[in-house]
């Protein structure tokens, strides 16, 4: 089975802190994506990652980045953390080119984050 | 990508088959049709995808109409372990980039 593992399943951090979200898939996957979701907003892209080094931003890339160094990783960093960053955040990979009609993503458990 | 029509919630009693429609009447013709749900506190879960035929696998059932406006999921002998928030998506093959998840629908499962 697909695993998709996020470091942490609940995180509290303050105002101002930097924080890194961590993912990583054991299924050698060429695609990473980072998500946020909240409550009547569903889930919302943040960025994704087609391959190690190279990332797209999605549609609420302010106030994140992220690093994929390695294949397996893909890291989110929230570099000054705020209130309305409180959230779940998931991570998804899928393989590239998965044939046809095969757009299926294989997400982790979530972080549960609280800025306070 | 098209946009999904969903019932916000349903019920079915555990042991009976829950049949969760979807409409997607814009649907192109190369677009597929996928479900995921979500149960709670979880992150979502793949379960099954069509283009036009019906499809079946250990989780579900997927009935497609033959004009592929709509669809439905089927999951034969509902257990309380399926209540979630159920997606239906289309989006064609050849787009690797962000599911857009819609408000789905909350099954509850009723023992």
């Known amino acids: 089975d697909v695993k998709v593992t996020q470091s942490s399943r609940y995180l509290v951090k303050r105002t101002g802190e930097k924080v890194f979200l961590e993912c990583v898939q054991d299924m050698d996957h060429e695609n990473m994506f980072w998500y946020r979701q909240d409550p009547g907003l569903g889930l919302r892209l943040i960025y994704f990652?087609?391959?190690?080094?190279?990332?797209e931003k999605g549609d609420i890339p302010e106030g994140y980045s992220v690093s994929r160094e390695k294949k397996e990783r893909f890291s989110l960093i929230l570099e000054s953390a705020s209130t309305n960053q409180t959230s779940m955040y998931l991570c998804?990979?899928?393989?590239?080119?998965?044939?046809?009609?095969?757009?299926?993503?294989?997400f982790g458990a979530g972080t549960r984050l609280s800025v306070l | 990508d098209a946009k999904t029509t969903q019932p916000p919630s349903m019920d079915c009693a555990e042991g009976r088959a829950a049949n969760l429609p979807c409409n997607h009447s814009?649907?192109?013709?190369?677009?597929?049709v996928y479900w995921y749900r979500q149960i709670h506190s979880q992150g979502p879960q793949y379960i099954i995808h069509?283009?036009?035929n019906n499809e079946t696998n250990e989780m579900a059932s997927l009935i497609i109409t033959e004009d592929r406006k709509s669809s439905t999921l089927i999951l034969p002998h509902a257990t309380l372990r399926d209540t979630a928030v159920y997606y239906c998506i289309v989006k064609p093959p050849e787009r690797d980039d962000k599911i857009i998840f819609g408000k789905g629908t909350r099954l509850h499962i009723l023992p």
């Open positions: 814009t649907i192109s013709g190369n677009e597929y």
């Open positions: 990652s087609y391959d190690v080094k190279m990332k």
């Open positions: 069509g283009l036009k």
């Open positions: 998804a990979s899928s393989p590239y080119g998965q044939g046809i009609g095969k757009n299926i993503q294989y």
